[in-house]
């Protein structure tokens, strides 16, 4: 069975301290591992796609890694703009998407 | 754009109530999803479209009925819901039905009375 494990599960930080959130995924057959953000009440927003391992992509203050078994979202400097749900979601040779549980980050100023 | 539009934004309905929910995309996307989120969880798929044809059916009880008119209409026909069905219901589209990232509306926050 496919899993997605976030951690942790909430993320409190002072504005500028740097940190990442983890990912690990087992899956079948990956055909893609995306990182969202997502407000409350809002529907998830799209930040990345990574394929393989080994892959970065970047957007202004987070960086997203991935490895065979997991990927961080780095986030450089946050500020409370930044404060939001963190989901990670696998996509699957099914077609299917599994969600983690999401890492709900708070940056105070 | 990449916008996924879904109406209503509220709704209220009792148990014996039927009603609709609609999501229009005009990406020319493939492939059109519905999702369930409760409170502090994450998105659970439900129905997948692809091509519009139901694809994927994630053993979603038959007072969920999908529909698909045509490649950038979905739309959820809702009868004799119950209290436990209440949540945010999120639409998404992505172009390749078999990957690819999704694109997700503003969903409709439904509660069952």
């Known amino acids: 069975e496919d899993q997605v494990t976030q951690s942790p599960e909430a993320l409190r930080l002072q504005e500028g301290e740097s940190s990442s959130l983890n990912c690990s995924y087992t899956?079948?057959?990956?055909?893609?591992l995306f990182w969202y953000r997502q407000d409350p009440g809002k529907g998830p927003e799209f930040l990345f796609t990574?394929?393989?391992a080994g892959e970065e992509k970047e957007k202004e203050r987070l960086k997203a890694t991935l490895t065979k078994k997991e990927s961080f979202l780095h986030i450089t400097a946050p500020k409370p703009e930044d404060s939001a749900t963190y989901l990670c979601?696998?996509?699957?040779?099914?077609?299917?998407?599994?969600f983690g549980d999401g890492t709900t980050l708070t940056v105070k100023p | 754009d990449t916008e996924v539009t879904q109406t209503p934004k509220h709704l209220v309905m009792g148990m014996t109530n039927k009603k609709s929910l609609k999501c229009e995309q005009h990406?020319?996307?493939?492939?059109m999803y519905w999702y369930k989120q409760k409170a502090k969880k994450p998105p659970e798929l439900m129905f997948v479209?692809?091509?519009?044809?139901?694809?994927i059916n994630e053993s979603v009880p038959s007072r969920f009925s999908p529909e698909c008119p045509n490649s950038s209409l979905l739309n959820l026909h809702l009868h004799a819901l119950q209290p436990e069905d209440s949540a945010l219901y999120l639409c998404?589209?992505?172009?390749?039905?078999?990957?690819?990232?999704?694109?997700f509306g503003p969903g409709t926050r439904l509660t069952v009375t």
């Open positions: 998404a589209s992505s172009q390749n039905p078999y990957g690819g990232e999704q694109y």
């Open positions: 899956v079948s057959g990956l055909r893609g």
């Open positions: 990574l394929y393989s």
């Open positions: 979601a696998v996509r699957t040779n099914a077609g299917k998407s599994t």
């Open positions: 990406m020319g996307h493939r492939a």
């Open positions: 479209y692809s091509y519009e044809k139901l694809s």
